[in-house]
């Protein structure tokens, strides 16, 4: 069994938050170049949270400067793995399309819904992706 890590709650949903704002308002002004820095913050936190630029900002800002305790929330590091994965490659899918040229509303019709669901997950708690990471392993552990 997968150890579960431990996280900074505060952290996370700043980050969610400020990915879900920052791709809803490349929707509104419809500039291709923040779905792509959207997919790129998504893409570095694959890799480790160190590389998770927002989250590393917040958790240093409240803990050093606003000396807020820490939220503490499990997570197995799968999950966060391929939540933000599956995020990204949405986020470049969109990207790519809109750089192309081609299937524009529906290009845009995904980076609407994707920052739709990341601001879900934020303010609800509720993250679809994690919830197909469940459903997904359930299914292969069989």
């Known amino acids: 069994m997968q150890q579960c ?4 709650n505060r952290s996370l949903n700043f980050f969610r938050a400020t990915s879900g704002f920052l791709a809803l ?3 509104l002004i419809q500039n291709i170049w923040l779905v792509l820095i959207t997919a790129l913050l998504f893409f570095f936190g694959v890799f480790s949270m160190k590389l998770n630029f927002l989250y ?3 958790s240093l800002f409240s803990h050093k400067i606003l000396k807020q305790e820490i939220i503490p929330i499990e997570k197995d ?3 966060l793995k391929f939540v933000y994965g599956f995020t990204a ?3 470049f899918i969109s990207f790519a399309l809109l750089y192309l040229g081609k299937f524009i509303t529906f290009a845009w019709g995904l980076d609407l819904l994707v920052s739709f669901l990341t601001l879900l997950a934020s303010f609800a708690n509720i993250c679809i992706a994690a919830l197909m990471y469940v459903l997904f392993k359930k299914i292969f552990n069989k």
């Open 5 to 8: 890590s431990i996280y900074d």
């Open 89 to 91: 490659v949405l986020f």
């Open 77 to 79: 590091p799968g999950e």
């Open 25 to 27: 308002i490349a929707f």
């Open 56 to 58: 590393q900002l917040y």
